[in-house]
């Protein structure tokens, strides 16, 4: 995931050939993300974090999107194992940063293969 401008409500951005902006940020709590590409895909993909206790958060992570047009071919061949593994990415560099482990997502030989093709 790379932002423009960091951070913050109106950064453009994305990972890949998708591309998308910080649609509503609030620190600590939220974060939502309206697509802007490819053709095909339209709607919003959200974290949001619940404090449950001193010691623990739940992280939720949310993909809300209709699918049209080449949407209906790119989605569900690469767009959609690509974004599951980077969402694991994501996920994975949260928990290791707070417990200070190192888990890594294995990426199945189909996510390998996309990467490689994208450089």
Request: aromatic share 14%.
């Amino acid at each position: 995931m790379r932002l423009k401008e960091g951070l913050k409500v109106d950064s453009h951005g994305g990972h890949g050939p998708v591309r998308y902006f910080v649609k509503r940020y609030t620190k600590g709590e939220f974060i939502e993300f309206q697509f802007t590409g490819p053709r095909g895909l339209h709607g919003v993909h959200f974290f949001k974090f619940e404090e449950l206790s001193v010691a623990s958060t739940k992280v939720t992570h949310i993909i809300d999107i209709k699918i049209a047009g080449q949407g209906l071919i790119v989605w569900p061949l690469f767009i959609k194992w690509l974004h599951n593994a980077l969402a694991e990415d994501a996920l994975d560099k949260v928990q290791n940063h707070f417990d200070g482990g190192s888990r890594k997502t294995n990426w199945s030989i189909r996510v390998k293969f996309f990467r490689t093709l994208l450089g």
